[in-house]
Structures are given as structure tokens and as C-alpha cells.
């Protein structure tokens, strides 16, 4: 049984920054792409970006390009999100996901974490 935890959310001021973790637990990820989304109320789920099980390869949301940097230590199965330049509109729920080949239904999914941005 696979588990991932997320840390680092919390609350933050429009232009700050915050560095979410994703620990996984259970069995090595490391033929796994992580990857982190958000659901803020009233939306959807949205892909925010994607890391390949090597490192190399990575995917960004136009809503947060620029801004997000997804990182992954693969030997320690974890994955992290910084998140630079904050908005208020980036205030959700973010959640770390992992999947084999198939980001439209991840094979393991984290409980989230709240980050909320104050204008």
C-alpha cells in the first residue's frame, strides 16, 4: 500500500513563497512520474506539474509556469513543489499524485494540503 504525505502548506502573504513535500511510503516510486495538482472551491482539479521518474523531464500549467518548480529525490521518494510569487488566486487545496503513464487518473493520490494566499 502506497502512501504520500504532503507538508509545507499554510498561509502566506501575495508575493511570498512556500515549498510543499510529498513523502512516499510503502514502496519505492522511482518507475513513477509525481506530480502535484490543486483544487481550489468551486473548481476543478488542475495538473500543475509533472516530474518524470528520472528527473529529466517536467510539465508545467500555464497558470504556473514561471512561478512553480517541481523537483523530485528519487532515492528518498520524495517530491517537492516551490512555489515563488504567490497569488491570491493560487489559494487551493494541493494535492502530490503519482502515476505510471496516465495523469488524467493517477495510480496514488495525498490527503492535501491547504495553501492560502492573502492578498
Known amino acids: 500500500q502506497v502512501q504520500l504525505v504532503e507538508s509545507g502548506g499554510g498561509s502566506v502573504q501575495a508575493g511570498g513563497s512556500l515549498r510543499l513535500s510529498c513523502v512516499a511510503s510503502g514502496r519505492t516510486l522511482l518507475d513513477y512520474a509525481m506530480g502535484w495538482f490543486r483544487q481550489a472551491p468551486g473548481k476543478e482539479r488542475e495538473l500543475l506539474a509533472g516530474?518524470?521518474?528520472?528527473?529529466?523531464?517536467?510539465y508545467y500549467s500555464d497558470s504556473v509556469k514561471g512561478r512553480f518548480t517541481i523537483s523530485r529525490h528519487s532515492a528518498a521518494n520524495t517530491c517537492y513543489l516551490q512555489m515563488d510569487s504567490l497569488k491570491f488566486e493560487d489559494t487551493a487545496i494541493y494535492y502530490c499524485a503519482a502515476t505510471e503513464n496516465n495523469w488524467g487518473r493517477p495510480d496514488y493520490w495525498g490527503q492535501g494540503t491547504q495553501v492560502t494566499v492573502s492578498s
Open positions: 516530474i518524470g521518474w528520472t528527473g529529466g523531464t517536467t
